[in-house]
């Protein structure tokens, strides 16, 4: 077979079977060359290579792919450089490189496994003088890549899931709270596996919430919104609220960063009293908490309604835990958990 073409070539099982695999240790045997797997991320705005892939495509003595429609193709032509829209078998990839020559293959999306494979039986023969194999990330994923995965995979299960496609802010809003109490458990249990997957169940909650808004149907009777809206609002807000971090105020204590933070938050709010921003449909004892936190932290001494019944005495309780720093909530499911392990040992 000649070197530059695929015409003809034979895979491994092939070779291997009618006993023309070539001798590795024949005098004559031409330098093996080099194969470099190219891989990029499509997460990553195709045509953003890194120096090193840029080298190796310019300096290879032929660029292959497999995919006609990569998305780097239109790049690397306008690049001057000549790709073959071909899918050589391991086999063939080795001819083709005898001879000191470069191969440089552009992976698909999938990353070629059908070519690394039949590379890596040829190279179990002991038999193949193999090339220098190498593989090259032309890429590499931004820190949150991923989540431009979860916005394209919420696209398409709102289009097509017939469950989805139905849902409502309204909907929703349970399986948000659900969540966020999932994750809490998570947290107050310890477990780092758990923990990470209640957190992408979190995140989903607000994934999907910002797709339907996205939409704008007439029965929201409000502008649409999208996930960037949503990230670029916390964006803003972050750095209004930090201007230790992003101003040029100072602060040394976490006492003097929540200072900035009540601070600014009063600027943008305006709002008259303390107690707005608190939701009341919160559980009872978060709620008296946060409550008696937003009192103390204004200054303001404002007694405890007295009163009988047990309301009354979880409330005192609760402000009681919130001025000594214990989150009442916390407490009481500890609490709950020892009870409930006590339960189980007595039905044991």
């Given amino acids: 077979m000649n070197a530059t073409s695929f015409e003809g070539g034979d895979d491994v099982d092939g070779a291997e079977a009618n006993g023309t695999a070539p001798d590795a240790t024949a005098s004559d045997a031409p330098a093996p060359g080099r194969i470099v797997l190219l891989t990029t991320s499509h997460r990553v705005a195709p045509g953003l290579l890194s120096w090193a892939a840029w080298q190796v495509l310019h300096s290879a003595d ?10 780097q193709l239109p790049y690397l032509r306008e690049a001057g450089i000549t790709v073959d829209e071909t899918s050589p078998t391991a086999q063939e990839l080795v001819d083709a490189a005898a001879g000191g020559r470069t191969l440089v ?19 179990g023969t002991g038999r193949i003088q193999m090339p220098d194999l190498e593989l090259l990330p032309a890429s590499y994923d931004l ?12 696209d398409r299960i709102r289009a097509e899931c017939p469950w989805s496609s139905q849902q409502t802010h309204k909907g929703l809003a349970k399986y948000g709270i ?13 477990d780092r596996d758990e923990l990470r997957e209640e957190l992408g169940d979190v995140l989903l909650q607000v994934v999907f919430h910002a797709r339907i808004a996205e939409e704008g149907r007439p029965e929201d009777g409000a502008e649409p919104f999208s996930i960037d809206d949503v990230a670029g609002g916390i964006v803003t807000k972050l750095i209004h609220r ?4 992003f ?37 009872g004892l978060a709620l008296a908490a946060k409550l008696s936190s937003r009192a103390r932290t204004a200054g303001l001494d404002v007694p405890l309604p007295q009163g009988e019944g047990i309301g009354y005495e979880l409330l005192a309780i609760a402000a009681r835990a919130e001025a000594e720093g214990v989150d009442p909530e ?12 006590a339960i189980r040992a007595t039905e044991g």
């Fill in 105 to 123: 293959v552009v992976a698909t999306g999938e990353g070629e496994p059908r070519l690394t494979d039949g590379l890596a039986r040829l190279a």
């Fill in 143 to 154: 820190p949150g890549a991923r989540l431009l995965d979860l916005v394209q995979v919420m």
């Fill in 242 to 245: 930090h201007p230790h971090v």
């Fill in 247 to 283: 101003g040029d105020e100072t602060a040394t204590t976490p006492e003097e960063v929540k200072e900035h933070w009540l601070r600014t938050k009063a600027v943008e709010k305006q709002r008259t009293s303390v107690t707005e921003g608190v939701p009341l449909g919160q559980p």
């Fill in 62 to 71: 032929r660029v292959l792919c497999a995919d006609g429609a990569h998305p």
């Fill in 330 to 341: 916390a407490a009481l499911r500890a609490a709950a958990r020892v009870y409930r392990d």
């Fill in 178 to 190: 659900e969540e966020a109490y999932e994750l809490v458990e998570a947290i107050e249990e310890g």
